[in-house]
Structure formats: C-alpha cells, structure tokens
C-alpha cells in the first residue's frame, strides 16, 4: 500500500502496532481540516508491526499525548520534504486534561472547570494518578 | 504560599520542630496567648464537624487570634454554585489562614492552588486529614516517649479511614516501625498504600480479621470508627459497623502500657467502660490535636510574614 509522502507536517512513527486509533482521539485529530492518514500494522524490521499516522500540516502536537500512550513513537518534522526534525519521546511526569478521573468523590467530579490532571508515580508500572484524589488512571 | 494538604507535606525535621513547639505551648500557655493576636483565621468547613472546627477554633483563641467561620455549604456563597477556588480567593482578602474542611477529595488542594494566604486541609473527603495525624503524633509521642521501635495496631475501616493512611504515611518515616492492620476483607488498607508506603520502604505488616490474637504484641492499638458516609451501599454499611468491639475483657492479654486511641467520634467500636481504664488515650488525643494546630498555625502564620 502506498501513501503520498507529505511535503509539510508531521509523521508519527514507530507506535505500537493497534495504539494509532487512540492516539488519533487523544490528539483530537478529527477536529482537522487537512489530510490526516493513519496506516495500521506495517511491516518494521525493528518491531515486527507499527502503526503510523501523518499529518499533512505542521500543527502543534501535544507530546505528552503521544507519550503517554507510546513513549516508544518517534515524532518527525518534516519541511519542504525534508525531515528537519526527529523527536524522541519518554513518559511525561504530568498529564493535563488527557485523562478523566472517574473516581465520584474527587473535586473534579463537581468542578466542571477543574483542569484534570494526573503525574506519574511508578514509571515501571507506567502508573499516573490523579493529583486531588490519588486515584490510578485506567 | 505553603499549605498543609497532607501530612507528607512536613517534613520529619518539621514534624520534630512541630512537637517541641506544642510541647513548650503545654508546658508555658502563658507564653502563647498573643502570639497570633490581629489574625485572623477562617474555619470554612462544607462538611459535618464538631471536633476539628472547634479544636482550630480553641486553637487560635488561645494564640489571641480572631476566628472567621463558615459551616455547612447550605449557608455559603457555594449554595450557590461557587467554586473552590473562588472561594479560597475571596476568604484570602478576609482573613490571615484557612482551615478547610471538604466532603469532596482534593478540594483543599484546589483551595491552595487559589488562596493568598495559607490552607490547612482539616480533611478531603476520605482522603487527607493531616492535622488528625498531627493529633495522634503527638499523642504517641507524649504516651510511649519516641517513636521508634513501636508495633502499632490498626483497626477497623482500614479502607476509607483517612486518619490510618496519612498516620501510616507519617509513621513510615521513624525507625523499626511494625505494622499490624485489622480489618474485615471487604475494609483492608487499599493495595497503593501498601505498595507507595509499607512495601516502598520494606516495613514489616501483619495483616488479619483477628484482633484478639494480635492485640498482646501491640504498643499502640488505633481504633477506627466504620464511616457511614463513605459508603454508597447502606448494606454494606450494616453488615460491617459492629465488626470489632472493643470491651474490656478483650484487653485482658494486652499489655500494661499499651495506648488506646480512636481519631473520634466513635459509635461503639470502644466500650465506654474502657474511658477509665488508664490506657485510654482518646481524649487525650482531642486535646493534642489542639496543641499541634496552635503550633502548625503558628509555624504557617510566621513563614507567611517573612
């Protein structure tokens, strides 16, 4: 299969093969109005199958979305058809508004304005938890 | 601006700075009641309360402070739909210091976030009540002399009960502490504060329903009330509230200089017929608590001026 190059954008590589559909929700790339392609399960010497998503415009891309859900994704920048930019990603120690806390008893659940915000505690265990109510994200 | 949220929020060194200042306010009252006179605290408390309001209250009368208070949601701007955070905003243009209490967890947190002025977290729902472990710090300390070295007992709700977390937390900082958690199955200590606290810093527990058989071993045996109002089922509630009752038959094995404590108000979980056996600490602990709320309103008064 074989997907037109893009000239200026954003190419998000190496996500773990199933992972691109909740990436693509995340970053809210519905809300697009430019080309946006996702490739599910390619071939990759390095992980067996990945996904891929590009992005025919060089937006703002949150990377703590992208790694939370795949610290392993590779971000590139891509110029006049170059690539002038490769970002590595690592799990980010606080997430704003990426996760809800579901948990009936938190400060969150009654503040409609209330930012949601969750850090890091485990990174082993990738474990972040609420910061008003301690409770763990799922 | 520093804020009491949680207990973990002092650090060991303060905790020691904490006691000896409520130990020298014991020891010389005289010496304390003007300290805080021109300041103002506000007691905003959206949830039931008659002990933690009025031990804050006490607390800043015998510094020579004035008090502001609000009790009950119903009779507040927050009847109305205000947020935490306004009202944290607005209190701040009124008063030197906030004691807060909350039924929602984390609202002290977003309370600090806006005030200008100092917050005390006087309990977040079933989640943080750090002057309660203040209160029962002190008590320990005065009761048994240090804290190292102690086996301490907790028992009943070990799930909801916030005062057992936060004195877990706390105590998990001492030396060659041992824990022994009573509890029915359906209320044991949640699974992260045994994996954040107990096992983080590999401190011994013994887990059990049985508080008979593990009460000989214990230094401190805490007592908890099982909270109606954190459970979503009245059920639950029913089947659950007369699990352990302490009588004084059942102290006839523990040890002579053991220390009795409940963070109150108890329902039945500790005969009245204990109150005059002399290992009885609960009131002791009320009055405590008042001690270290002088001493922490202080602390966070005088960081405020400088």
């Known amino acids: ?138 | 601006m520093r804020s009491i949220i949680d207990i973990l929020d002092l650090s060991v060194e303060e905790l020691d700075e904490l006691l000896a200042v409520a130990t020298d306010i014991i020891a010389h009252p005289q010496q304390y009641q003007d300290a805080c006179a021109h300041k103002k605290l506000a007691t905003l408390f959206f949830e039931p309360s008659t002990r933690t309001r009025l031990s804050f209250e006490a607390a800043m009368y015998e510094l020579g402070g004035n008090v502001l208070s609000v009790t009950g949601g119903a009779t507040s701007s927050v009847a109305k739909g205000e947020s935490v955070a306004d009202t944290a905003k607005t209190v701040s243009c009124y008063a030197d210091i906030i004691a807060m209490r909350h039924p929602k967890e984390g609202a002290a947190l977003v309370a600090a976030r806006s005030a200008t002025i100092p917050v005390i977290n006087a309990g977040d729902g079933g989640h943080c009540h750090p002057t309660q472990t203040l209160a029962d710090l002190l008590t320990i300390y005065r009761e048994k002399g240090g804290f190292n070295g102690l086996t301490i007992g907790l028992c009943g709700d070990l799930k909801f009960g916030r005062t057992v977390h936060s004195l877990i937390n706390a105590m998990s900082r001492y030396n060659d502490i041992r824990f022994i958690l009573v509890s029915p199955q359906e209320l044991k200590l949640p699974s992260y504060v045994k994996n954040d606290t107990l096992k983080k810093y590999g401190l011994p527990y013994t887990q059990t329903t049985d508080l008979q058989s593990t009460l000989p071993e214990m230094d401190v045996l805490y007592m908890t009330r099982v909270q109606r109002e954190r459970f979503f089922n009245e059920e639950d509630y029913l089947r659950l509230k007369d699990t352990y009752i302490l009588t004084p038959d059942k102290l006839r094995d523990a040890k002579k200089d053991l220390c009795i404590m409940h963070p109150l108000p108890r329902v039945n979980e500790i005969s009245v017929a204990i109150d005059d056996d002399p290992r009885a600490c609960y009131f002791k602990q009320v009055l405590n608590g008042k001690y270290m709320r002088m001493a922490l309103i202080l602390k966070l008064l005088k960081e405020a001026a400088l």
Do not use: W
């Open chain 1, 1 to 138: 299969m074989n997907i037109d190059s893009i000239q200026n954008g954003i190419v998000i590589d190496h996500i773990k093969a199933g992972s691109a559909m909740e990436l693509y929700d995340l970053l809210g790339l519905d809300a697009l109005d430019v080309s946006v392609a996702i490739i599910k399960n390619v071939s990759s010497r390095k992980m067996g199958k990945k996904d891929i998503i590009k992005i025919d415009a060089d937006i703002p891309v949150d990377l703590d979305v992208i790694g939370y859900v795949d610290p392993g994704a590779t971000i590139n920048v891509i110029k006049d058809g170059l690539l002038v930019e490769k970002k590595t990603l690592s799990l980010p120690k606080t997430l704003t508004n990426v996760l809800k806390c579901k948990n009936p008893r938190c400060i969150t659940s009654c503040e409609q304005e209330l930012d949601h915000v969750f850090r890091l505690t485990d990174e082993s265990k990738k474990l972040y938890r609420c910061v008003y109510c301690e409770t763990k994200a799922n």
